[in-house]
């Protein structure tokens, strides 16, 4: 997709040429009337009718008011009443790992038992046989706890058992667990004596022998073995990136763990053209560089920032480096159990048939240490950037609001904007503490759905207290927090209506591919929701305040940027548990329309994406890229994470 005047290229019903400008108004490049146009302003306004000229909005109001701009070369699109919106704003994902997913071994997200896994990846060496023996097999989406809760975690004989001489790195998708075969441990040089790194491990067997599965940072270790990607890599993965994003209507997002690969890859674009959204990155500072030197730490984000940060926003999309993101902890989802809680996961002293869970002595990990986080924290509060925290455990989210407070009294005059993002489990003492540090929750609402991720071992690791006030949106937003979201792709599906409709309810969409089916409907608990209003306003105005851009994007209000969407259907007026069956059928940046389908034709960018070998690969939004993040520097493959 080139970034063109879009004159000509909008086919189909919805779209006339009209004449006749009012006096004395300046005819608009184009207009959008009859519709529902809700507009995500200070009010929730609705109106009927957008009008925009160079790429920004000059009026929004009535039908009759909007033909006052209609001139001779206006283009109008008969919206025939449909929902027109604020484009999306994701505030945290992983483009360049979502877009290089495409190209790999996709398990889907299935739940999978050991002989099924087994299966599956023999299917992918068997399709690329001329691989043999060498070329590192990678597999991705691997939903670990299916596999534990339906048979057993699966080790390195599991993957020695396959018809292959091949090495093999299998990610899950959660991106925290590698498995690997006994020749991947060979060239990744671990062995028993091998000692886990910070912030991760190897498990072992009796005999203290790795077994094949590496968690967080010795996942990373193993990784690092693979030959790096290309620069003609990247810029496809970044391509299929943009093509994904245009399809479910992001025109902003934050790459949420960012380096010079994502900077170079998303420049050139920009640069030729092919950027069709904005976009941020949020280059990583590891513990180990924080502990050396947190001035230090800070001035390398900086000096990335000046040499890809392009400066003041217009209409066209650009590159912004503009934000710094820590790695505070883990997961707390089972058998993980790598997020820093304040009380101990629980741990069956019983038998699988007659459990009894009671806590445990495990308390998981914290990776930044408070007397390295804090000053860490007034440091990137003096340096004009915004951090980005990574927590999803109550004493991980503690840490991070306690480093936020000394901040803000060893810099008072600071004015930057804390985010925390998945805050999976708050102590409810915290609560309020995100209102009054001026700290926004980032949320992927998705994960308040029941999955096999979330319930079963999960529900009983965190304890019944801790359970029920997982994934704590509503909760925090009645507090008076800031809620954003950010679907985190490639972690789940890319799928941000579904993510809306559990934002809602809480629940997933039995009829959805991205949902678990009736097995696991209903509600994940008792929390609160959010209203229908406060989950759009997360993914558009919240998440724009997150990026400081909430005075050019997030709303339709004369002066912004024309970045906009039209959903298929009403999603303040849908049946609530049909609010993930509902698509974008338009999506503008900057006044050019980037993707559109019918009734409003088609730009021909979202049916399928080139990759480097020249032929035809149909974009696969469930992709994941099973590449996991290491701190402090530059990464092979991919943007990676460290959810």
């Known amino acids: 997709m080139r970034w063109m005047k879009w004159a ?64 001779g070369r206006t283009q109008v699109v008969d919206l025939g009443g449909r929902m027109l919106m604020p484009g999306f704003v994701d505030g945290h994902l992983h483009p360049l790992a979502g877009g290089r997913a495409l190209l790999l071994c996709n398990l889907q997200y299935a739940t999978l038992t050991r002989a099924q896994l087994q299966s599956a990846i023999q299917g992918c060496l068997d399709s690329s046989a001329d691989k043999e023996p060498d070329t590192w097999l990678e597999v991705v989406n691997w939903v670990r706890q299916a596999t534990q809760g ?46 886990d ?62 380096g010079a690969d994502q900077g170079a890859a998303f420049t050139a674009l920009q640069k030729a053209g092919e950027l069709t959204a904005r976009g941020f990155f949020a280059p990583t500072i590891s513990v180990e560089e924080a502990t050396a030197d947190p001035v230090q730490a800070v001035a390398a984000v900086k000096a990335l920032a000046a040499q890809y940060d392009q400066g003041t926003h217009a209409p066209v999309p650009t590159i912004s480096f503009r934000h710094v993101k820590l790695f505070g902890d ?28 009671v806590p445990g002595t495990n308390l998981g990990s914290v990776y930044f240490a408070p007397e390295v986080l804090k ?11 915004d951090p980005h925290v990574h927590a999803t455990g109550e004493r991980t989210v503690r840490q991070t609001l306690d480093a936020v407070e000394f901040a803000r009294q060893q810099v008072p005059a600071t004015t930057f904007r804390p985010v925390i993002a998945h805050n999976e489990t708050v102590a409810v003492a915290d609560y309020p503490r995100y209102q009054s540090l001026g700290v926004m929750a980032s949320f992927s609402f998705q994960w308040a759905q029941q999955a096999p991720y979330s319930v079963g071992e999960t529900e009983h690791h965190l304890g019944p207290d801790r359970f029920a006030r997982m994934e704590p949106f509503g909760s925090l937003r009645n507090a008076g927090a800031r809620v954003g979201y950010g679907s985190d792709w490639p972690i789940d599906p890319f799928d941000e209506m579904l993510a809306l409709k559990i934002g809602v309810t809480r629940s997933g969409d039995p009829e959805s591919p991205n949902s678990f089916g009736p097995d696991f409907a209903g509600p994940i608990n008792a929390d609160p929701a959010l209203g229908r209003a406060d989950a759009l306003r997360a993914i558009t105005m919240n998440s724009a305040w997150q990026l400081r851009m909430e005075n050019e994007v997030g709303s339709i209000e004369v002066g912004k940027f024309a970045d906009f969407i039209v959903l298929d259907k009403n999603f303040l007026q849908q049946p609530a548990e049909e609010l993930a069956r509902n698509q974008v059928l338009l999506t503008m940046v900057g006044g050019q329309v980037v993707m559109a389908k019918a009734p409003f034709g088609d730009v021909g960018t979202v049916a399928a994406v080139r990759v480097a070998s020249g032929r035809s690969r149909a974009l696969n939004l469930r992709a994941s890229s099973g590449h996991a993040v290491m701190p402090g520097g530059n990464h092979p493959h991919g943007d990676g994470h460290n959810h």
């Open 8 to 71: 000509g290229a909008l086919g189909g019903a919805g779209l006339v040429v009209l004449g006749c400008g009012g006096s004395g108004t300046t005819p608009a490049d184009t207009v959008l009337n009859h519709g529902y146009v809700y507009t995500v302003d200070s009010k929730d306004s609705v109106s009927q009718a957008v009008a925009v000229r160079d790429g920004r909005i000059v009026y929004v109001g009535s039908d009759e008011g909007a033909a006052a701009y209609i001139g």
């Open 197 to 258: 790194p910070p912030g991760g491990s190897f498990a072992r067997d009796a005999g203290g022998n790795p077994t094949g599965i590496c968690e967080d940072a010795a996942g990373w270790a193993v990784s690092s073995v693979i030959p790096p990607d290309t620069d003609e890599d990247r810029l496809n993965q970044a391509r299929a990136a943009l093509a994904a994003m245009r399809l479910q209507g992001v025109t902003t997002f934050m790459d949420a763990a960012a």
């Open 330 to 357: 883990g997961v707390v989802n089972a058998p993980a159990d790598t997020g820093g809680v304040l009380t101990p996961y629980f741990t069956n002293t019983g038998t699988d048939s007659a459990p009894n869970w």
């Open 150 to 195: 339906v048979d057993a975690d699966p080790d390195k004989s599991t993957l020695d058992a396959l018809t292959t001489s091949r090495p093999i790195l299998v990610r899950s998708s959660d991106f925290h667990t590698v498995l690997t075969n006994s020749r991947g441990l060979v060239l990744a040089g671990v062995t028993k004596d091998t000692v």
């Open 375 to 385: 000053p860490l924290m007034a440091e990137i509060a003096r340096s004009g950037l």
